[in-house]
């Protein structure tokens, strides 16, 4: 029986083919009584009269049927029409991942989307059982709502159950992305097999091109049982060294060699890709790379909306130092303001002590006066300074004798002539230059050595 679009199957109107495989061919087709759009794998022709196979491959379809996951295409039912036996599934309306690298190169968050999405629904499948063995990018689809789902358990098998009804070509898989045990035709496989696919898609994510590429599909299953694969550096530089040894330790030969489950491997590319300076096959490069305690995409997807911490730390400092570059270049590149500053300096007037000498009938007597001592600067316009009053003319008296040394003052000359300390300690505090007029002084005389050389200076 052949079947073509616009007949119905069983209760199902086929409305488009939108795919074909080793096992059988994918229609979207339309419920009328539950007015609901699906997805009908039926099976190929060769396999219809093969009851054997239709049993084990029924059993195996209600297996798959109790994955319940938010990242696996769920199967809705299993029947046979006219002994043609086919699957009902969820109908995804997007594209696939295939034709998603098709147009480019993948963003930094495509890359996590990819690795938490089917990396946990392959997991989830390890975990009851079930075996895929067709990991590849055609088979993982993108949902208009941005879900990933990994799709098409056809070659599907449990784990650790006898040899699958399949036979040997149609148990191959797809070359690109077979394990070597697969394509030796070896029945003893566990879900190190998946594992070695999902690491030749993730190699293809990240080079940008599967490792092994032949003009037969027989050359490339050779390669990938004896050919050891190209070093990811080699063909793109930009991939860190720790993002190229979680590939190849996916890619080895030998099963025991690899990971051992898919969250190891999940776990390690995660650690890898986000901590590696990665701009691999155009990936965005303003995309910042988080640290290492993110796990998650929507962790990832928080912090980077966040944004990074702010640091003041230094600002202050600069902003003093420039306030300081501010005054001195000030002084040193503006005459009329260090003139004003001098010429305000040269008009603070210092007091200074004198000393008057008066005669009297006992001999002479001294009244210490301050009176206004002038600025260097003011001395430089030769104004005469003030001195104490030497004036001899005063005569002196005829009548009276002269007084005999004992009637002269005992004390010494020096300490008449001497103020008193609290006088000198203001006289001390007046003369003394505050030391903050002092500091603009010597930086405004202080000028660089660059900047004669720039400007004269007055």
Request: net charge neutral; charged share 20%; glycine share 6%.
């Amino acid at each position: 029986m052949s079947l073509r679009v616009g007949e119905n199957i069983g209760p199902y109107q086929l409305l488009q083919q939108i795919g074909e495989g080793g096992m059988g061919a994918v229609f979207r087709a339309y419920h009328p009584a539950l007015d609901r759009y699906v997805a009908l794998k039926i099976i190929q022709p060769a396999f219809r009269e093969d009851r054997t196979f239709i049993a084990r491959f029924q059993r195996e379809a209600r297996l798959i049927a109790k994955l319940e996951h938010p990242h696996i295409v769920p199967i809705y039912d299993y029947s046979e029409y006219e002994k043609v036996a086919y699957l009902v599934m969820k109908f995804i309306e997007g594209s696939t991942f295939k034709d998603r690298l098709a147009q480019g190169p993948m963003t930094f968050y495509e890359v996590l989307q990819v690795i938490d999405s089917v990396g946990s629904a392959l997991a989830y499948a390890h975990s009851q059982g079930i075996l895929h063995r067709d990991i590849k990018p055609s088979n993982v689809l993108l949902g208009a709502n941005g879900v990933m789902y990994l799709a098409d358990f056809g070659l599907a098998r449990i784990e650790q159950a006898e040899p699958s009804t399949l036979s040997a070509e149609s148990n191959l898989g797809t070359p690109h992305y077979v394990s070597p045990e697969q394509a030796m035709g070896r029945h003893d496989l566990d879900k190190r097999t998946d594992i070695y696919s999902f690491g030749v898609m993730l190699y293809e994510l990240v080079v940008g091109r599967a490792p092994f590429n032949a003009k037969t599909g027989y050359a490339i299953i050779h390669d990938h049982i004896y050919t050891p694969p190209p070093l990811p550096r080699t063909l793109n530089p930009h991939v860190s060294e720790s993002v190229e040894q979680v590939l190849l330790k996916a890619l080895e030969k030998d099963p025991n060699d690899r990971f051992d489950t898919v969250d190891q491997l999940v776990s390690a590319f995660k650690n890898a890709w986000l901590n590696a300076d990665n701009t691999t096959q155009g990936l965005t490069p303003s995309v910042p790379f988080v640290p290492h305690h993110l796990t998650t995409s929507n962790e990832y997807l928080a912090e980077k909306k966040a944004g990074p911490p702010k640091k003041r730390r230094w600002e202050w400092l600069y902003v003093l130092v420039g306030i300081a570059l501010g005054i001195v270049l000030a002084f040193s590149l503006v005459p009329s303001l260090r003139g004003r500053m001098m010429g305000a300096l040269a008009s603070i007037k210092i007091p200074a002590l004198s000393v008057e000498f008066t005669p009297t009938a006992q001999g002479f007597s001294s009244t210490p006066t301050f009176t206004a001592q002038p600025s260097p600067a003011s001395q430089a316009t030769n104004t005469p300074p003030v001195r104490a009053s030497t004036n001899t003319s005063v005569p002196r008296p005829t009548k009276t004798p002269a007084p005999k040394p004992t009637d002269r003052p005992t004390e010494p000359v020096q300490n008449i002539l001497t103020p008193p300390p609290v006088i000198e300690t203001a006289v001390k505090q007046v003369t003394k230059i505050p030391p903050v007029i002092e500091t603009v002084i010597n930086q405004a005389t202080d000028i660089p050595p660059i900047l004669p050389s720039v400007l004269p200076l007055p």
